[in-house]
């Protein structure tokens, strides 16, 4: 059996588990998706259970479990040849070692690249769908979207400005790389405006400083069913995304064969952090 560690919103969530499940296909195990972090975890909520995941979903509780469970301390144990089948990520680059773990690997880390799962894009697209009693809530919504061509425009705000190390890590993309975005699929498009559809975390702020010459229509969103806002972006035509996981995965699921999908190259405001597997080579980096 498989087992991934999960931590982190929505985005960071769809990355481990599709790690996990192209993982647990190819030796043709079940797999264990270990969600214990939430007890504790209050930033973002965990939404994977409704979704239609492939996988048994297990939490184990207390204090204790946690520690035991603490990147350090299996670090420290890795260090003295115990907890052989833990594989810890070391970057967020790809590493090809992660292709070559047994069929009882526990998984701990983002992977943060489509380049672990790709192979298995068909099962992801069925398996990251809503369930049907969720998308009962936004059939008009998804009629409409579905009826016009149209772009999803996400901008992150939220913790990246609230979280003085969130905010050092990511940052905010600036207006500017939005309507850059927004003007260079018009062009590709031929259209001189375009049916915007603004998603955000921070809906009002996008209300009282976005300007656009376009159809804009905002999206109030769902704070505590997030995975709703995804399907919804993921229904639009083109997608611009911020330097976000989870429009990220909007875009990625997008299943328009034709899709334009513009992304900041600025992905990450720390030089620490590495983006260079990130975006698929499809889309453009603006």
Known sequence: MITVRLNGGLGNQLFQY??????????????????????????????LKFLRCSGEFSAKT??????????????????L??????YLESSLEYDEKICELDSDARLYGYFQTEKYFLNIRHLLLAELMPNDSQVSKISDQVEEIRRSQ?????????????????SQIHGVCELDYYYDAISYIK????????VVYVFSDDIEWCRKNLTLDDDVRYITGFD??????LYLMSCCTDNVISNS?????????NCNANKIVVAPDAWFQSKT????????DSWVRM
Do not use: M, Q
């Open 62 to 79: 207390g204090l204790l479990n946690r520690y035991l469970n603490n990147i350090k301390f299996i670090r420290w144990l890795k260090l």
């Open 273 to 280: 952090h590495s983006s260079n597997d990130l975006i698929p």
């Open 224 to 229: 505590d069913e997030p995975e709703l806002d």
């Open 245 to 253: 996981t989870f429009s990220w995965w909007a875009a990625w699921l």
């Open 18 to 47: 599709s790690t996990a499940r192209a993982l647990a296909f190819k030796h043709c195990v079940p797999l264990r998706i270990d969600c214990s972090n939430y007890e504790f975890y209050d930033v973002h909520p965990f939404r």
């Open 81 to 86: 040849g115990l907890a052989r089948k833990n």
């Open 187 to 194: 062009s590709v498009r031929s259209v001189d405006k375009a």
């Open 150 to 166: 149209c772009i999803s425009l996400h901008i992150r705000r939220g913790d990246y400005v609230s979280n003085p190390a969130a």
